[in-house]
């Protein structure tokens, strides 16, 4: 995507959405609404159940929504799940697919998981903005509670569809082993987050000044000390 191009297209994102951070009952009914729509009805990984999708990992989880600012519909949603409290085994969704030990070289205070990271299908597409767009509109929300919550690394399960999609705004994850089975193929990855932010500073600015917010967010050298 030409500069000029990707330029406009970002300001039109933030003229028609906007990003919010769900933490009363009535916004995070929000989120759940909109993830039974995509993981329920569209795709049917989840068992339908009140309208709603949720799990155990919700009430210490930080959620991001992007709204459409017009008709305030929800379009996109992602999570931030840090290590379940008191649970050794499984600290994270991830380890109902993969192997605990996976993780072991992470440190887990500083870590959580970028989970439910879903899009409404309508908006998958091109929808007057690109739909990798929207996708970095969430990641901006990520970056955000990051550093609220004083994050040094990432863990994912990702379709592989996705990690390519967010390496072409230089967003990069890295494999950690091979792909597993669970709702079709998918990835183990991680990230340092320094150095997702380093390398996307450089290889495409204008994304990282979006998705930082000019730098307000993702403060390199404060997670550098961090880590």
Known sequence: MKLEVAGAALQELTSRFELVFPRSPDQLDDVFRLRYQVYCLERGFEPARNGRESDRFDPFARHALVRDRASHQPVGTVRLVPPAPGDIL??????????????????????????????SKSYRTDHGVTGSLLRLFLMRGVIALSGELGLTHWCALMEPCLMRLLRATSIHFQPLGGPVEHHGLRQPAVAVITEVLTRSAREQPLFWDFVTEGGRHGDVQRLELAA
């Open 90 to 119: 499984l600290p994270f969704p991830i380890n109902k697919a993969c192997d605990p030990a996976l993780l072991r070289h992470l440190p887990l205070a500083h870590t959580a998981e970028i989970s439910r990271f879903a899009l």
